[in-house]
Nanobody
């Protein structure tokens, strides 16, 4: 059974940092594209960053230079290092598996097996 469990969220002040983790189980993690997404209150879920099976990464423009996505295939773990956080980064953060090994895109429709999320709150 495919499962993802996110952790690492919390409340920080603007300019602070957080590292999110997503532990995967139930499949061969290293073979799949993985993505991080967020959803702010009243807004649609949006892609933040993604990483292919080969380690190739892509980011939404809002987080380029501030966030770093990585994967540890030995530990079946996906991470998101978030620096220089702003109140606009506030939301529930989710990880999900892509539909293939390469990341076809950043839209949520290209991913499935969503975790329950971890809350990130950034105060000004």
């Amino acid at each position: 059974q495919v499962n993802h469990v996110e952790s690492g969220g919390g409340s920080v002040q603007a300019g602070g940092s957080l590292t999110l983790s997503c532990v995967a189980s139930g499949y061969v993690f290293r073979l799949w594209c993985m993505g991080w997404f967020r959803q702010a209150p009243g807004k649609e879920r949006e892609g933040v960053a993604r990483i292919g099976f080969d380690g190739i990464t892509e980011y939404t423009n809002d987080v380029k230079g501030r966030f770093t996505i990585s994967r540890d295939n030995a530990k079946n773990t996906l991470s998101l290092q978030m620096n220089s956080l702003t109140p606009e980064d506030t939301g529930m953060y989710y990880c999900a598996r892509g539909l293939g090994s390469d990341c076809a895109g950043g839209a949520p429709s290209h991913y499935n097996y969503w975790g329950r999320g971890t809350q990130v709150t950034v105060s000004s």
